[in-house]
């Protein structure tokens, strides 16, 4: 069973930077390397929302609020995947969550890459708080 962990996440005001890192455990490296990975946010009293996705061959896709601010990577040697994040405003703020997406095969993007329910693996989260 795969196990997801989120850290970086912390308080800075708006401008500012961080970086999220979350690393797999309990999953072979080349499962790993196969599949979808994403990042998601969820802000009190809101839904979750997709807001960046990674597939097998590094395709990325983003969400149009974080479009040019955001950039999600991977190490697969690592399996460890990072969401940097530059000019956070404070409706960034938001438990942020890291999924995989384990199938057979070879994983690739489609037009659900950021769509929570399509991803069967969590992490626990991590919080990003951005003052104005």
């Known amino acids: 069973q795969v196990q997801l962990v989120e850290s970086g996440g912390g308080s800075v005001q708006a401008g500012g930077s961080l970086r999220l890192s979350c690393g797999a455990s309990g999953y072979a490296s080349a499962y790993y390397r196969s599949d979808c990975l994403g990042w998601f946010r969820q802000a009190p009293g809101k839904e979750r929302e997709g807001v960046a996705a990674?597939?097998?061959?590094?395709?990325?896709t983003y969400a149009d609020s974080v479009k040019g601010r955001f950039t999600i990577s991977k190490e697969n040697a690592k399996k460890t995947l990072y969401l940097e994040m530059n000019g956070l405003r404070p409706e960034d703020t938001a438990m942020y969550y890291c999924?995989?997406?384990?199938?057979?095969?070879?994983?690739?993007?489609?037009?659900?890459?950021?769509?929570?329910?399509?991803?069967?693996?969590w992490g626990q989260g991590t919080q990003v708080t951005v003052s104005s």
């Open positions: 999924a995989l997406k384990s199938s057979r095969g070879y994983c690739y993007s489609s037009p659900s890459d950021l769509a929570a329910d399509e991803y069967n693996n």
């Open positions: 990674i597939d097998s061959g590094g395709k990325t």
